[in-house]
DNA sequence: AATGATTAATTAATCGTTTAATCAAATAAG
DNA sequence: CTTATTTGATTAAACGATTAATTAATCATT
């Protein structure tokens, strides 16, 4: 590899000028910047980023922790985030938490040991992850998650599908959660309770063993069903469909996220998006910030996110209960 | 940070001792490492990767470039090879081709440029990237791509998925691909044909539009539809039922790559599962060997796929046309 | 007891870059 | 013409770890 040392050599001067001269800091002469310049990138100079790691004690580096990928959320997550960095020339390197809580902390601590300047955790769903004292970090979870700096408002997104259900004369409505652990869905539920309002009836069921309780729950009057996930509306769709009710004519169906798949099904799902170019771009200024030892980053932050309309809500037939 | 250098003089030794006593190399006496040792870690010390890497030229980082991570099926790659290069001691840092040839280019010479040993490309569907000559590099896409190092073996996976249609009676299939530039989907359209055999009528529709033409197809005696995707299939799936045709009952369905939307849907969906563990340890041990210059790693190997039989094929409701 | 072999530690150089301190030459000011 | 000042470059140290070469001390051998 060719190193600042060799163009000093060829173009006769000392390595410091070339630093110099590369960086644009301290004295050097117009010309001599130019022959520096045409030199090093006629070698094909490339600077070592180890050297100027260890010389600066930054490596413009920061580790992503992110829970297991199954759920199609997080990728969109991680490449925001890598869009954002990269315009920040920043790299990211990829820590997995798979599965428990220890292993996300041991993810943390590899991470840090590789040198990274600064640490971004999605958690675990139900976990309290920590970094080390030194090492800046931000945490992308949920407004109501004290330790989050920067979250999508899953309560407003709730509120928003809940007012949007609401105002299509729904008034007996199941709300249908992945797992009662996870922080993001309670508040997604929260949401969705606030939304509807006070009027509406209201069934909260969790896990996918609550599929076998759409039917009668339908039957005794529900007209809508709000997931807390796209995934998990494309289950109870799935499930409705056994039982010959059809979406949105027998009842309305809501999802969360906008995943590709809601625009697969039939009909395509009514959901709400997040803004994770958004919550990126945020992150990573709080996050600079951070390691930059900057004064009072905005903390707390959260994104609004935006429904999206489609086919799988209407009006219901018949009000039922009132 | 506390260095080698705090530990010597803590210890009132030099430094090459303390490091050879943290690294076992050279002649340290056996009490002497274990005041060291005792030291290093009550102390809390860290080794600085930053001047490993200068040291050693080797940063112990690969780079891992994917395309855009709306497919389900990329993040559970990136998982595997990030579980599987964690256990070698290695670190991953991604970069994302978003979109076009070029970018995918550009996040090739960034990574390089931050000095990764090797690079680990899932090329965008139709490219051809191109690593700088002296990196390390293990491409990641489909058993007919000449540059290809390792893959799934999609064809097979395709015979894998003809063969249990044909065996099931059918004899009138349509084969749905989303986009014909992708070589991994050419493969498992010509998988697919294959595991038909000769004796069947095929039809093959490429993209989205081809959804106007199932019913057409279905009502001259097409009795299967074989999607090249998961994903697909569910959009197969939900056109089916616009034309109020049930799976299997009217037409049996086949996916590929067994993503979690496909036991979410109702029936549950026949596909082929990749073995992404696999396919990431054996990129990991070629790219391994292609790093330290190790002779003859073993070359265009392709890793078996396997057939995940659910609920949505089963026999034709009648033979159609025979 | 003198020589050689072994052991345990130290010295000093190195990786590639940055940067404070220094220096010589040229220019400006008195 | 001497004394400041500015300019453009150099020297040398530093970042943290590794390692070949060296030295000093211990032990064994004849």
Redesign the interface.
Known sequence: MVSIKQIAQHVGVSTATVSNALTGKGRVSADMVDRIRRCADQLGY?P????R??KSGQ?N?LG?VMP???N?L???I??SL??AA?ARGL??????S?GDASRQQQAVM??????VDGLIIVPQKGTSPEAPRHVPTVIINTASDQRTTVSADHVGGGILLGAHIAGLGHNDVILLGGDRISQVQQDRIDGMTQGLGAAVTKHILWGKSAFDQLDRLVSQGATAIMATSD??A??A???L??ISLSVPADVSLTGFDDL??GT???PALTTVVQNTQAIAEHSLDVLSCLILDRPAPPLGRVIPMHLVTRHSTAAPRRAANS
Request: charged content about 20%.
């Open positions: 490339r070592s980023p180890a050297a790691a260890l490596s580096i992503l297991d990928l199954t199609p997080f990728p969109r991680a490449q890598s869009i990269e790299g990211i390197l990829i820590g997995d798979r590899r991470l840090v040991d590789r040198g995934m998990l494309l289950g769709h799935s499930a469909m056994q590709p798949l697969a099904m039939h």
